[in-house]
């Protein structure tokens, strides 16, 4: 396929020199073994596959509704509080870090209410700076959670309710909040029910990792000015590509090559970027891959690095440190903005071969040159190259990692769909803090301590 059809490609030169053409071949063979276990929805966690038809079941009255939400509170909020941890967090975090200027408050770019994040960690610290802001500025907020019992939230929220019904009253506060959330079960959906918050629904069939095409990730985006429109075009774009059954598909060939060299002993894959907007991508990448794939003592360690920043930091264990990684690098073609080097008629530090020259161009240099210097110290690359940033190629970048983790876990054997593992941190921090139910656990835990 062309370029503009793909709109992701796949470079695997870098992994020639570390697997043989045979060794692909046949990992292809076994990821479209997998990708007929995901389409045909009969593997394992087959209830949670809602995600798959998201961006081609366009709910458009939902879009609506947000762009309304979007268009009041853009008169009477400086500032939007989005409330939500993992699955209910990653992916908004990610799209706003990847589109919105980074310096829109400073520069009053009046694209949207600034957006900041709630119940995504315990600090005090954390939520004690973030009223200092609220206690400045109009605002409002999104609790998201699918569950809507997740501790980290619930007390978030707990605090930014309080704090919106002293500021403005329960009746205003009332219509400062939007709930998102399953369509019945919860505390949270109890809550919004009883207060009269909108709210927007989280489908059954869509887990929390998986969620950022509903209004989990689409909320948020349509507040901050994204086009979630184009957004979703590119996802259902994606999901076309990705639904063809060939040994092309770029979603297969990225679950084999990386299993490949998990087989390799590669235990750890690298998701490299060279633009610090991708820095949050990384994040909701890391989520995805590892609570999908991280169980029953298997799965590839998911790691992240922005080049060239941490090449001055991780990159020498990356060139000469234990072989057990391989990097997948998002190579980001053209830039959105120009700008070049300057030229220095006393040319002092030495840079005036570079005069003329856009930053961008040295970025490319510095992407080859990092690429051919890992595959000599014995990191296999495979590149996946996305033509610019914008709402319609990440949407399809979502996409394209969804569908491939789901194939990727399903050759491992696994199932992509639950995360028992997250609840046994949850189990002894409810049984530490005296939670009603788990009073034989804590005192157990009390004694280790
Ligand atoms: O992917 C997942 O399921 C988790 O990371 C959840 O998103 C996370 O634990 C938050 O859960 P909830 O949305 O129920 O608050």
Known sequence: MEREDNMIDIDIKGITPFVTTQEIELSIAKALEAYDTLTSRKGRGNDYLGWLDLPADNNSS?????????AEWKSKAQVVVVIGIGGSYLGAKAALEALVHPFASELEINE?????????????????????????????????????????????????????????????????????????????KGVASKEGYRTFVIPDDVGGRYSVLTPVGL????????????????AAKMRGICMDRSRGNIAVQYAALRNLLYGKGKTTEILVNFNPKLQYFAEWWKQLF?????????????????????????????????????????????????????????????????????????????????????????????????????????????????????????????????QP????????????LGKPGYEELGAKLKERL
Do not use: W
């Open 62 to 70: 939902n879009q609506d509704r947000m762009k309304q939400i979007a």
């Open 112 to 188: 949207g209410p600034r957006i900041v994040f709630a119940g995504q960690n315990l600090s005090q610290d954390y939520m004690a700076e973030l009223v200092d802001l609220l206690e400045e500025k109009e605002y409002a907020a999104i609790v998201i959670s699918k569950s809507g019992t997740t501790t980290e939230p619930a007390i978030a929220f707990r605090i930014i309710k309080n704090h919106l019904e002293t500021k403005y009253g329960k009746e205003e506060a009332a219509t400062r909040i939007v709930a998102v959330t399953d369509k019945s079960r919860g505390a949270l």
């Open 219 to 234: 909320l948020p985006m349509a507040l901050a000015g994204v086009d979630i429109d184009q957004m979703i075009k590119g």
């Open 290 to 418: 590892g609570e999908s794939e991280g169980k029953e003592g298997k799965g590839l360690f998911p790691a992240s690095v922005n080049f060239t920043t941490d090449l001055h930091s991780m990159g020498q264990y990356i060139q000469e440190g234990e072989r057990i990684m391989f990097e997948t690098v998002l190579d980001i073609r053209q830039a959105n903005r120009k700008y070049s080097v300057g030229s220095d008629p006393s040319d002092a530090d030495g840079l005036n071969f570079l005069a003329g020259m856009e930053v961008e161009q040295v970025n490319k240099k510095a992407r080859a040159g990092t690429k051919l210097a890992h595959i000599d110290g014995g990191v296999p690359n495979i590149q996946l190259e996305v033509e610019r940033l914008d709402a319609s190629n990440l949407g399809a970048l979502f996409y394209f990692f969804e569908f491939a983790c789901g194939v990727s876990a399903y050759m491992l054997g696994i199932n992509p769909f639950d």
């Open 421 to 432: 593992g997250v609840e046994d941190y949850k189990k002894n921090m409810f049984a530490l």
